[in-house]
């Protein structure tokens, strides 16, 4: 296999990704997308290694293994990739786990936050912004603090099972979704 664009967030070659692109796209769009993603791979590499030398001086856990997330594409292209070779689909795999993983705590968060706001225990985003809106400008971060713009809120409630269901309800059907693309690009 030739160079990988980043081992670590996007592990697949510029050639994978024009082939996999080429699938959904124009090919001479394709190119593009792959050449223009090869071309971002230093600089996302140099700034995830920028990034981990900076929490791990703060102290922050597990610092040298934490993501940077930067990688945008279509989201056509991770199925895509997978539907190329057995290698492809485990490294491709890898990446949407990661997503559903992440999809996962957002959700969870979410309805933590809502339950939350529900019983009280934090005020609505209405109520934060209203407060926001009629404080004066000039005050001082400590005034701020005093009147209730700048907050340290109360640990949220635990997830409930109704949470937890919902939460990996929102895993099986993006894991359903992503075998449904997956055998859809290997039909191509």
């Known amino acids: ?3 990988l664009i980043d081992p670590d967030e996007f592990p697949f070659t510029t050639e994978e990704v024009y082939r996999a692109a080429s699938k959904f796209m124009p090919t001479r ?18 700034a995830r290694a920028e990034r981990r030398s900076t929490w791990q001086a703060a102290g922050i856990p597990n610092a040298g293994t934490l993501s940077l997330h930067g990688w945008v594409y279509p989201d056509e292209l991770l199925p895509a ?9 485990t490294r491709a795999t890898r990446l949407a786990a990661e997503q559903w993983q992440s999809g996962r705590a957002a959700a969870l968060q979410s309805a933590r936050h ?5 019983a009280g225990i934090i ?3 209405e109520e934060l912004l209203r407060l926001a809106e009629a404080a004066d400008p000039s005050t001082s971060g400590r005034d701020r603090m005093a009147a209730g713009l700048a907050v340290t809120l109360p640990p949220l409630p635990l997830p ?7 939460a990996d309800s929102y895993v099986a059907e993006k894991q359903a979704a992503w075998r449904a693309a997956v ?6």
């Open 1 to 3: 296999m030739t160079t």
């Open 29 to 46: 769009v394709a190119r593009e997308v792959a050449d223009h993603l090869t071309e971002c791979g230093p600089g996302l590499i140099d």
């Open 81 to 89: 990739l997978a539907s190329l070779s057995a290698d492809a689909l």
């Open 114 to 118: 809502a339950a939350a706001e529900q």
């Open 123 to 125: 005020p609505s985003n």
């Open 160 to 166: 409930t099972p109704a949470m937890i269901d919902m």
């Open 183 to 188: 055998a859809h690009f290997q039909d191509i």
